[in-house]
């Protein structure tokens, strides 16, 4: 059973950084994508960030680089978004998810939500301006 779990939300000044951690647990994959995706009040969920396990390759919303980092730590079963000059557009609940690997596949991980089947249950992130 395949279980995430987000930490690191909080409320910060325009300007300030967080860093949102994911503890994932019972994902056996040797390799396959995670991502954090975000949702604000009234409006859908987007992808902010990505990463292919085996290998390291990140992907990035427009809105978020530059400033956004996602990392993994192996060892930790954790992954990381670093989030830097953050404003009041980035205020969300931010989830962390990850895909069921299909044999033969890519490495290019999709910035759509349907394609990830394990879910956090999210951390709010408040930007005040």
């Known amino acids: 059973q395949v279980q995430m779990v987000e930490s690191g939300g909080g409320s910060v000044q325009a300007g300030g950084s967080l860093r949102l951690s994911c503890l994932v647990s019972?994902?056996?994959?040797?390799?396959?994508?995670m991502g954090w995706f975000r949702q604000a009040p009234g409006k859908e969920r987007e992808a902010v960030a990505t990463i292919y396990t085996d290998g390291g390759s990140t992907n990035y919303a427009d809105s978020v680089k530059g400033r956004f980092t996602i990392s993994q730590d192996n060892a930790k079963n954790t992954v990381y978004l670093q989030m830097n000059s953050l404003n009041s557009e980035d205020t969300a609940m931010y989830y962390c998810?990850?895909?069921?690997?299909?044999?033969?596949?890519?490495?290019?991980?999709?910035?759509?939500?349907?394609?990830?089947?394990?879910w956090g249950q999210g951390t709010q992130v408040t930007v005040s301006s």
């Open positions: 998810a990850a895909d069921r690997p299909v044999i033969g596949g890519s490495g290019y991980c999709a910035p759509l939500p349907i394609m990830y089947e394990f």
């Open positions: 019972g994902y056996t994959y040797s390799h396959g994508c």
